[in-house]
């Protein structure tokens, strides 16, 4: 297990091969294999879940769960306005209030909420009046929308946050609550650099959400910093069809090894970091 070979069934590359389209996909499952595969397998093929711990602030993705529902209910609200940013600001609070009682938001019971929700309001508000918030000319014509799709014999599934229509073509944007773009699929030299998210946006939903229309590109919009944290055009993004090459030739070969990129961005926020085998081996293996 500590030789520099490449990864064997010490890794966790356990040579079960999987159906890829027997599966629904989604981009951040793109992305998580894409990562660690083994971090795939521990969630989708093992089904493991960590253990829940008290709650004393927001997890990130309740955080993320209550930001959405805000402003997918406070653009509602004020989409007929001529000042979007405003008309959004000034109902803002009445849709945060909303949002604390949504079930699917799942908002837990903290003794210092009062004191916590002051300061995720102050972001939304400066989140909105951002003059990056929205293009100026542009429209939003879609909040929080789903789809399913086939493509290249993939079940791909999943939910844009906003869709804007431009003078160019259609922005897919996805909002984010980290101050910093989200790592991507790894590169050929461990890098995880390699936008999948934003590529299954552009590729594959917009064209069959809105057939026929132009798309110009998808972004990265920051709720706590009020900025564009990435801003790639449709066509600069990776192909995806040679990434589920690769994917596809993994799973038929059953090769879910702990394999993290070289910066270790996979395991920042991994679940299973304790029972991996993750160690000294990963330094010295060879890549392949």
Known sequence: RESTAAPDEYDGLIG????IFSRSWSASQFTV????PYRWFAQKLLRLKAAEEADTSLSPAVKGS?????????????AAATDIRRAIVEVLDESFIEAESDPDVGLPVLENWPLQRGEHLKALRKAVLSPKFIEPGSQIVSLEEK???VWNGLNITGRLDRI????????????????SPPAGAK????????????AVYTQVALPDLYPGEPIKAGLYYSLTKGKVLKRADAESLPLLEEFVERTKQMMLEGRFAVDP??????????EFDAMCRKGNRLARKNRT
């Not at 431009?166 to 101050?179: F, P, Q, R």
Request: proline share 0%; with cysteine.
């Open 187 to 198: 590169n050929e030299v461990g890098k995880t650099n390699i936008d999948i998210q934003l």
């Open 147 to 149: 789809f399913e799709t």
């Open 261 to 270: 990129d070289v910066d270790g961005n996979a395991c920042k926020y991994c």
């Open 66 to 78: 209550l930001y959405h529902k805000t402003l997918e209910l406070a653009v509602v609200k004020a």
């Open 33 to 36: 294999i894409g990562q660690c």
């Open 164 to 179: 804007d229509r431009t003078a160019e073509g259609l922005v897919a944007i996805d909002y984010k609550t980290s101050s």
């Open 16 to 19: 079960l091969e999987t159906d």
